[in-house]
């Protein structure tokens, strides 16, 4: 609980997880049909909650398919 009054669940305490982005899709499809973009690029890092994403086995190693929305930041790599 805040101060404030506010009650914060652990999972709101919980870090991200951070990890390298290795494919990207087209893109979303709009209602209109029409694609919209994807804003993230293969080869970033990426924060996202540590709940998010479907876990896959591709060839016997584990993936992570997050959609864009459940990307929280992308990260500069230095």
């Given amino acids: 609980m805040t101060p404030?009054?506010?009650f914060l669940p652990?999972?709101?305490?919980?870090?991200p997880q951070q990890g390298k982005v290795l494919a990207v899709g087209p893109g979303r499809?709009?209602?209109?049909?029409?694609?919209?973009p994807?804003?993230?690029k293969v080869d970033q890092v990426v924060l996202f909650p540590k709940h998010s994403g479907m876990?896959?086995?591709?060839?016997g190693i584990d993936?992570?398919?997050l959609s864009e929305r459940e990307v929280m930041a992308?990260?500069?790599?230095?």
């Fill in 10 to 15: 652990d999972q709101g305490k919980e870090k």
């Fill in 29 to 36: 499809r709009m209602e209109d049909g029409s694609i919209q």
């Fill in 74 to 78: 992308t990260l500069e790599e230095e």
């Fill in 4 to 6: 404030g009054g506010i």
């Fill in 38 to 40: 994807v804003l993230i």
């Fill in 55 to 59: 876990e896959v086995k591709v060839r």
């Fill in 63 to 65: 993936y992570l398919i």
